[in-house]
């Protein structure tokens, strides 16, 4: 058994769509058997839920302060927790950026105004990882034809979504291994109770992940096993 991470999470505090607090995630998956998480909650151009009329230094508060409070929790709990985001860049194509903290949201306060390609050559400079979210979902929300932006800016793809179809979870998988890309894998939890639902997804790494640094450097590493249980969500 080595330790296993969900690297996609959200929390009512910043994402419009989720349900509960982001210290309350970290007791629901940690009874569901992970070693810790990444909160990636929809950021502003995404489905979020911050006041428009707050200032770019409060909003980016908003999202700082959830991570902290799961942070707090799971310092008392022997969970690992880490600050991510999911950017929505057009067409309901997301992607998930790790590795970056306070001081990189603060100090890009046009990162919704710029061409995506350029957030990830930012990211990366700071020394973050970007993987793209849930690359062949179907949805209704989801507008029909390829919006895929070029993956050449990602440094992996997400190729498993507890709340995919295993379909689109398989064309994910096929298109990481020919690209060899690396990966993430994760529940896209939005509510602690749909962890009795979900396939519990995410990766399993041989060691305990300490830090930013370490976690990006693991992502990359490519060296984290695929792991899930149960029933799909969506058939
Ligand atoms: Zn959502
Ligand atoms: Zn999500």
Not at 68 to 78: C, H, P, R
Not at 150 to 161: F, G, T
Not at 169 to 178: N, P, S, V
Not at 204 to 228: H, Q
Request: a negative charge; aromatic letters at 12%.
């Amino acid at each position: 058994m080595g330790y296993f991470y969900d690297f996609h999470v959200h929390s009512n505090e910043c994402s419009g769509c989720a349900r509960t607090p982001a210290r309350d995630m970290v007791p629901a998956l940690k009874a569901a058997g992970y070693s810790g998480f990444v909160l990636t909650n929809h950021f502003l151009n995404g489905n979020n839920c911050v006041p428009n009329e707050l200032s770019w230094e409060e909003k980016m508060a908003q999202y700082y302060n959830a991570y902290l409070s799961a942070k707090e929790v799971g310092a008392e709990m022997d969970m690992d927790v880490f600050f991510g985001i999911e950017y929505h860049y057009g067409n309901a194509q997301e992607i998930l950026i790790y590795g970056i903290d306070h001081d990189f949201l603060a100090g890009n306060p046009d990162m919704c105004e710029i061409p995506v390609t350029e957030l990830c050559d930012r990211v990366h400079k700071y020394g973050g990882f970007v993987s793209h979210a849930h690359p062949f979902r179907e949805r209704g929300y989801i507008p029909k034809g390829n919006f895929l932006m070029d993956l050449s800016y990602v440094d992996a793809i997400e190729i498993y979504n507890s709340a995919n179809r295993e379909v689109e979870d398989e064309k994910a998988q096929a298109l990481c291994r020919e690209l060899n890309l690396a990966y993430t894998a994760g529940n896209d939890l939005h509510l602690d109770s749909h962890l009795a639902n979900f396939p519990n997804a995410g990766l399993e790494f041989d060691c305990r992940i300490r830090d930013d640094k370490d976690l990006v450097e693991l992502l990359k590493s490519k060296s984290g096993r695929l792991r899930f249980s149960g029933e799909r969500f969506f058939k």
